[in-house]
């Protein structure tokens, strides 16, 4: 298969792994296929693509990536389509989105033909690892680290763009189950002029001690305030995140220090599409516990390649705890429904999000 101008050196394991069996309960990230897509930024310009079996990295000790951090990563994923299609969800939006990443952490942005065709064609190598089940898919996780060894404070002047896939179901525990979320207010994700509007690895770092503390209380993850007030909401650590009161629908405005995320985009396109009230705006805790209060504050959920869209059951914030509605009848379950629907290919792609692998 050629889906580019871009040259591919594809070389096939001779050891295949064994693939999960229909109906095996995949959990996320936890099995991975038979190859890996890299290319190489070096001497000024993209080279050496290959598709390889999946093996260990090689780096120098003193790689950039080590010592001072230029790691972006995106994740999309890849489905099976009812009538046996592979399709992959809005690639060119996580092209996009990892350009716009290179540029706050001073790293060479691989360009959006390579970026699509590397998807295109790693996953056409590995489409029998492709699930058919509803509700799974083949996430694909492409990542851009900074090669070169040094240990002067300065950006890398190489790089490594690779790819690899794992077969997916849910990242919580059933499609739709909902989450518990504790709200933090004493370390914070993000601040005003920092990374948090890039899908940065040392984004991701410097979430992980809440989000570890909070499971051991039995929540599923932490939503996150901003730096300054410990009032405004930002977003869960996988998700953005929607409220949906009485007479409106809203979605933090991005500002900054939220990822823009690609399932919150679709569900504004479908939001708006239905002629729903939604608003992007700023909101608080403070604004939260008035509404709830007031009978107002009727479901709150999260969107995200990983997520898709999930129901929040239960808000904890303080000494205050926001007893949601979830179920058949909720607006997310209808988003998440919608969505799904588009991705398996049960309903017109009337937004052109999907991009087929050809056979």
Same mark, same amino acid.
């Given at each position: 298969? %050629?889906?580019?101008?871009?040259?591919?050196?594809?070389?096939?394991? +001779?050891?295949?792994?064994?693939?999960p069996?229909?109906?095996?309960?995949?959990?996320?990230?936890?099995?991975?296929?038979?190859?890996?897509?890299? +290319?190489?930024?070096?001497?000024? @310009?993209?080279?050496?693509?290959r598709?390889?079996?999946?093996?260990?990295? %090689?780096?120098?000790?003193?790689?950039?990536?080590?010592?001072?951090?230029?790691?972006?990563?995106?994740?999309?994923?890849?489905?099976?389509?009812?009538?046996g299609?592979?399709?992959?969800?809005?690639?060119?939006?996580?092209?996009?989105?990892?350009?716009?990443?290179?540029?706050?952490?001073?790293?060479?942005?691989?360009?959006?033909?390579?970026?699509?065709?590397?998807?295109?064609?790693?996953?056409?190598?590995?489409?029998?690892?492709?699930? +058919?089940?509803?509700?799974? %898919?083949?996430?694909?996780?492409p990542?851009?680290?900074?090669?070169?060894?040094?240990?002067?404070?300065?950006p890398?002047?190489?790089?490594?763009?690779?790819?690899?896939?794992?077969?997916?179901?849910s990242?919580?525990?059933?499609n739709?189950?909902?989450?518990?979320?504790?709200?933090?207010?004493?370390?914070?994700?993000?601040?005003?002029?920092?990374?948090?509007?890039? @899908?940065?690895?040392?984004?991701?770092?410097?979430?992980?001690?809440?989000?570890?503390?909070?499971?051991?209380?039995?929540?599923?993850?932490?939503?996150?305030?901003?730096?300054?007030?410990?009032?405004?909401?930002?977003e869960?650590?996988?998700?953005?995140v929607?409220?949906?009161?009485?007479?409106?629908?809203?979605?933090?405005?991005?500002?900054?220090?939220?990822?823009?995320?690609?399932?919150?985009e679709?569900?504004?396109?479908?939001l708006?599409?239905?002629?729903?009230?939604?608003?992007?705006?700023?909101?608080?805790?403070?604004?939260?516990k008035?509404?709830?209060?007031?009978?107002?504050?009727?479901e709150?959920f999260?969107?995200?390649?990983a997520?898709?869209?999930?129901?929040?059951?239960?808000?904890?914030? @303080?000494?205050?705890?926001? @007893?949601?509605?979830?179920?058949?009848?909720?607006? %997310?379950?209808?988003?998440?429904?919608e969505?799904?629907?588009?991705?398996y290919?049960?309903?017109?792609?009337r937004?052109?999000?999907?991009?087929?692998?050809?056979?």
């Amino acid at each position: 298969m %050629s889906t580019g101008t871009n040259q591919f050196t594809i070389t096939k394991t +001779s050891k295949p792994l064994p693939k999960p069996a229909p109906n095996t309960a995949l959990g996320f990230g936890k099995y991975f296929t038979d190859h890996l897509a890299t +290319s190489d930024f070096a001497d000024g @310009k993209w080279q050496n693509h290959r598709i390889i079996p999946y093996s260990n990295l %090689s780096m120098d000790p003193a790689a950039c990536v080590f010592h001072y951090g230029q790691a972006l990563f995106e994740g999309l994923k890849a489905f099976r389509q009812k009538n046996g299609k592979i399709v992959i969800f809005r690639p060119e939006f996580n092209a996009a989105r990892m350009a716009f990443g290179t540029q706050r952490l001073c790293m060479q942005a691989v360009p959006k033909d390579l970026f699509v065709q590397t998807m295109l064609e790693l996953v056409n190598v590995e489409r029998d690892w492709v699930p +058919s089940e509803r509700g799974s %898919s083949l996430y694909i996780r492409p990542t851009l680290v900074g090669t070169e060894g040094f240990l002067g404070v300065r950006p890398s002047e190489r790089y490594l763009f690779f790819t690899l896939l794992s077969p997916v179901g849910s990242y919580y525990s059933g499609n739709s189950k909902a989450v518990r979320i504790w709200v933090e207010t004493e370390q914070i994700r993000a601040a005003p002029g920092g990374l948090g509007a890039v @899908k940065a690895a040392a984004n991701y770092a410097s979430s992980l001690a809440a989000a570890a503390e909070q499971k051991k209380r039995g929540y599923d993850q932490v939503l996150w305030l901003d730096a300054v007030t410990k009032d405004q909401i930002e977003e869960v650590g996988t998700m953005n995140v929607f409220f949906v009161f009485k007479n409106e629908i809203v979605t933090p405005s991005l500002n900054g220090s939220i990822l823009a995320g690609g399932v919150r985009e679709c569900a504004l396109t479908i939001l708006r599409e239905w002629n729903l009230p939604i608003t992007e705006r700023k909101i608080t805790m403070s604004e939260l516990k008035d509404r709830y209060a007031r009978g107002e504050f009727l479901e709150m959920f999260g969107t995200g390649t990983a997520a898709v869209i999930t129901p929040v059951g239960e808000l904890q914030y @303080k000494d205050h705890t926001f @007893k949601l509605n979830t179920g058949t009848e909720t607006l %997310s379950n209808k988003l998440y429904e919608e969505i799904c629907q588009i991705q398996y290919g049960e309903i017109p792609d009337r937004h052109q999000w999907l991009m087929a692998i050809d056979r």
